[in-house]
């Protein structure tokens, strides 16, 4: 399942439908990068300059689930982006993320991707396979 954004308010949402977020919820990882999921459907994304500094933080709701580990697709609004400007660590991949964009967050095998940065996080069985970085 490919990620995709849109930049109309509200186009993360997915058609009306009861939402299971249980099989999501929680951490998923990937070299210098984490994404936590909570229970609310609250997802917290952070990626790291390599070692210790935030590069970034992104937080947004997932609005509906469906699917599986093995195809999912998490439809989602960003909540808020925020960026550390340090001029040692260029980020030229960084989101250009806005407030209240939509997206799908696709699944597949237990790697994640999200759609305002593509970046990639794993479950633990995916991450003990080295699929997200070493």
Known sequence: MSPSTSTAPG????PTGASDLKPFVGAWTGHTRTLTISADGI????????????????????????????????????????????PDFPTPGSPEAQKGQGGIAGVQDGVLTEPYAGGTFCDATADAAGKCGQ
């Open 11 to 14: 186009a993360g949402k997915a």
């Open 43 to 86: 997802a917290t994304e952070k990626v790291y300059d390599g070692c210790c500094t935030v590069a970034w933080t992104l937080r947004f709701s997932v609005d509906h689930a469906s699917g599986s580990h093995a195809d999912a697709a998490l439809y989602t609004t960003l909540l808020s982006a925020s960026f550390n400007e340090n």
